[in-house]
């Protein structure tokens, strides 16, 4: 069978990163096209310098990078250096860039794909912040029946918010953006903090990171050795959350995960609560379900799974 085509529309971040090294370990199930760069865990700027520096770092300088849209749709940018670090890929030691950015804007870049490639074989990973995503499907929505599948890192139900009381952080840095996405129609799958907060960066497992011996091994292990240093007593002892790979992680082997089909609806009215995914898990409305929600993951075997796709790289 073909090898799955994927836009990963990023904002490294070094959960972004792993992510990213995951999916280009895997050529035989995934064709990553390209990497979108947005606005999130820190300035665009940044977030592209990093995408291109996890490229190099995978001997992958040949994928293209494009440059997106540097704030959310009508507010200010939200950034998390208080998570990532200043470069927002702090840990490794690793060489500026050399390999360019693409001339193009990265929305341009996903119209032209969606609309150059059979109908249905696209699937858009977004780990970010959703403004690409929705700039792209507002500009030309004749592309939204053509993607494939939507499989997001974002949101929470009963893991609450990390940003705010009600909030994840990608949701909540551009909550117009999400509501654009979740209501296009547009098949949606959601890995939110309800699964990504169970697949937690163990000592032990950034240890197996550490042990493959390469370059790679030894970038991840400084990034989640990193990560994990940030507020632990919110997750136990036991570590840090590993969140965007977990969307990977689902494309790789979905069997490790339970899902459900929910409605999710997002709130933009209230500061209070801006940017809560609003989750419809016992069907008390008469909202159809526009999303796959995942809730639960086999934490071992994914990190089985991890460990042995980056030990290729």
Known sequence: MAARQIIIDTDPGQDDAVAILF????????????LTCVAGNVPLALTTRNA?????????SDLPVFAG????LGRELVTAEHVH??????????PEPAMPLQDRHAVDFIIETLRTRPSGTVTLVPIGPLTNIATAFTKA?????RVQDIVLMGGAHAAHGNVTPAAEFNIHVDPAAAACVFGAGAPLTVLPLDVTHKALVT???NAAFRAIG??????????TGFYERYHPERHGADGAPLHDPCTIGWLLQPDLFSARRVNVEIETGSELTMGMTVVDWWGVTDRPANTTFVHDINAQAFFDLLTERLARL
């Open 85 to 94: 670090g200043r470069s927002g890929l702090d840990g490794p030691d690793l």
């Open 69 to 72: 849209c540097d704030s959310p």
């Open 52 to 60: 291109r520096m996890i490229c190099e770092l995978a001997g992958r």
């Open 141 to 145: 929505p004749d592309i939204i029946e």
């Open 203 to 205: 000592p032990a497992r």
């Open 23 to 34: 999916a280009l370990a895997c050529p035989e199930t995934l064709d990553v096209l390209a």
């Open 214 to 223: 390469t370059r790679v091994g030894d970038a991840v292990g400084a990034l």
